[in-house]
């Protein structure tokens, strides 16, 4: 999973969302626009983040799931989960 650039700047944030008030869109492939980053915050639990076909990452507090701009990506949940994202460009 590639870092978030040191030159951007975070401009939105979505509400917490739960394992039970997710948008479907999130847990099917999307993407953000060109130059714009995201940072998948776990405020409690854990969510399963996947990049492309088969790069899979379990996000944790502390462990954040890096967007890049235009690749496509979908998180599940496992379990009970908070959580955020927070775009940057």
């Known amino acids: 999973m590639e870092t978030l650039p040191r ?10 969302f739960t394992e039970e008030t997710v948008p479907g869109g999130l847990l099917k492939d999307h ?29 944790t507090p502390g462990n954040d799931g890096v967007v890049q701009p235009t690749v496509t990506h979908h998180i599940r949940p496992i379990g009970e989960v908070a959580f955020f994202v927070e775009f940057y460009k």
């Open 31 to 59: 993407s953000t626009a060109d130059g714009v980053w995201g940072l998948i915050q776990i405020e409690s639990g854990k969510l399963e983040y996947t990049i492309g076909d088969d790069e899979i990452h379990e996000l």
């Open 7 to 16: 030159n951007v700047t975070a401009y939105k944030r979505t509400p917490t």
